[in-house]
């Protein structure tokens, strides 16, 4: 009679075993979930704030120069490791389902459909991690956004093809005066001198099309529209003194890669001293060379467009131009 034992079902096996069993396989699972939550937890402590350098900021611009660049970076570092979380316990739970269910014999394994608790968590738990992202992108971008009632410094951007022009304001709003002002051209780089612990605020005009104005290290673009829209927005510090390259960040025609200027942050001292400077009539070149700095861009130089009568309209080149 020993023989038949060979002809117990092997599905009858695994019920026989089922209650014990099963209840360790739930604890091993548990564990191994519990273990995967708490190396990321672990990660996150003991990298600390730099959690994002170390993964490269996630593919996002490191080095930003204002309180809100900062922020906005915290947010995505932060947006990126709940992602990762949620990942690993997703990828963990599809792992182990490929393992604990792979196809044994011929029986189905207990079929889930219809648990209320199982769906009631797998509906919750997204809406969950939904209301806390948005949560906290709706405080940082209101953060950013927002416009104190007298900004430090107020300075018009005008943006045309395809250069810039910098006007410091003694005020807000259009109607205010420009004290100062910077102008691009094609041989120089337009310069604009803006200090550190001051709050600054940037109201945009364009004279033609739509351009926009874009520092990579302030983490922000904002476009510069033509007609009555006068788009602005506001750093409430600049943290670090140094040049930095600005950008067009909206394609506005042939020369648009080429609409470059430089943000010069320096001291509040040095500032005020460059603004004086201007309004005794001195050059942006002498007054940026009287309070000790370059007096061109160090950041990009000015693109040569070789635009001539000759060569930018051929049919109307004088007779033997151009060859
Ligand atoms: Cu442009």
């Known amino acids: 009679m020993v023989a038949r034992s060979s002809e117990v079902r092997p599905s009858a096996v695994r019920h026989n075993a089922s209650p014990g069993a099963g209840r360790r396989r739930r604890r091993g699972a548990g564990r191994v979930a519990g273990l995967g939550l708490g190396a990321v937890a672990l990660l996150v402590t003991l990298t600390g704030c730099d959690v994002g350098a170390a993964f490269g900021g996630f593919g996002w611009p490191q080095g930003g120069i204002t309180p809100e660049s900062r922020r906005m970076y915290d947010l995505w570092i932060a947006s990126c490791i709940a992602a990762l979380a949620v990942g690993v316990?997703?990828?963990?739970?599809?792992?182990?389902?490929?393992?604990?269910?792979?196809?044994?014999?011929?029986?189905?394994?207990?079929?889930?459909?219809?648990?209320?608790?199982?769906?009631?968590?797998?509906?919750?738990?997204?809406?969950?991690?939904?209301?806390?992202?948005?949560?906290?992108?709706?405080?940082?971008?209101?953060?950013?956004?927002?416009?104190?009632?007298?900004?430090?410094?107020?300075?018009?951007?005008?943006?045309?093809?395809?250069?810039?022009?910098?006007?410091?304001?003694?005020?807000q709003g259009e109607d205010a005066n420009t004290v100062a002002s910077v102008l691009g051209t094609s041989e120089v780089i337009p310069v604009l001198v803006l200090p550190?612990?001051?709050?600054?605020?940037?109201?945009?005009?364009?004279?033609?099309?739509?351009?926009?104005?874009?520092?990579?290290?302030?983490?922000?673009?904002?476009?510069?529209?033509?007609?009555?829209?006068?788009?602005?927005?506001?750093?409430?510090?600049?943290?670090?003194?140094?040049?930095?390259?600005?950008?067009?960040a909206e394609l506005c025609g042939s020369y648009h890669a080429f609409m470059n200027f430089e943000l010069r942050v320096v001291s509040p001292e040095r500032y005020e001293q460059f603004l004086a400077a201007k309004q005794d009539g001195r050059s942006t070149q002498e007054a940026l060379q009287s309070i000790g700095e370059e007096p061109l861009a160090t950041t990009t130089k000015p693109f040569d467009t070789r635009r001539t009568a000759s060569n930018f309209n051929p049919d109307n080149a004088p007779a033997g131009a151009g060859s």
């Open 196 to 248: 550190t612990e001051r709050s600054i605020r940037f109201e945009e005009t364009s004279r033609d099309v739509i351009h926009s104005f874009w520092v990579p290290e302030l983490l922000f673009k904002r476009d510069v529209f033509p007609g009555k829209i006068r788009n602005s927005f506001e750093v409430s510090e600049l943290l670090q003194e140094g040049a930095y390259v600005g950008r067009c």
């Open 89 to 171: 316990f997703v990828w963990g739970l599809i792992f182990w389902c490929v393992v604990r269910y792979r196809k044994r014999g011929n029986e189905l394994p207990v079929q889930t459909r219809y648990n209320l608790p199982m769906e009631f968590l797998y509906t919750i738990a997204p809406i969950l991690v939904v209301s806390v992202l948005f949560y906290y992108t709706a405080i940082v971008q209101t953060d950013v956004n927002k416009e104190s009632a007298n900004p430090d410094v107020t300075v018009e951007v005008v943006a045309f093809k395809w250069n810039w022009q910098f006007n410091y304001r003694d005020g």
